[in-house]
């Protein structure tokens, strides 16, 4: 019979962050699933958008890249939970490729504000809509590097070897 190893504290801070933050990927995928297929409502109130960045194929691959990121965060949460080795390297891959998306988006951004801002007058709903837009880019690197900090601590390693790092290493 195998000896169990118990989670250490780093590891089940990765998991509970990588299930919030996976968990909230599929839900911010399910709402721009669902304006997505509603489409504007009212295109005269909406904000005059850069082309580039308002068309439909952009909106399916970023819809593509929330659920890519989301399932895979939970399914490597729940692993990381039962001491998986695959979920632990699932965990570091998808922290990886966000972090990389969070980067192409921040600049995405930064291109398509500037052309923005030049035509929409600012006002309240936009100022929540930025100061939210901030926070939302600020989190998700600051998540994704809790993450990978989190399952590459010594602790995480031996529960992840099979090795109780409380132990002293058996000789002979």
Not at 98 to 123: H, K, P, W
Not at 134 to 148: A, N, Q, T
Request: proline share 6%; glycine share 10%; hydrophobic share 55%.
């Amino acid at each position: 019979m195998a000896a169990s190893v118990s989670a250490p504290r780093s590891v089940i801070t990765a998991a509970i962050l990588l299930l919030v933050y996976g968990g909230l990927s599929l839900l911010c995928g399910v709402c721009g699933s669902i304006g997505l297929a509603m489409g504007d409502l009212d295109p005269q109130k909406a904000p005059p958008f850069d082309p580039m960045f308002d068309s439909t194929w952009v909106k399916i691959v970023s819809l593509i890249a929330v659920y890519g990121a989301g399932l895979p965060m939970v399914i490597a949460g729940i692993g990381v939970l039962k001491l998986n080795r695959a979920a632990r390297i699932l965990g570091y891959v998808t922290s990886l490729v966000d972090l990389l998306i969070n980067c192409f988006t921040l600049f995405g951004v930064a291109y398509g504000m500037s052309s923005i801002l030049e035509r929409v007058q600012i006002d309240l709903t936009v100022a929540v809509v930025f100061v939210f837009l901030g926070l939302y880019l600020v989190l998700r690197p600051v998540l994704d590097v809790s993450i990978l900090i989190a399952l590459s601590r010594p602790a995480a390693r031996a529960a992840f070897s099979g090795v109780d790092a409380d132990l002293p290493p058996k000789e002979g």
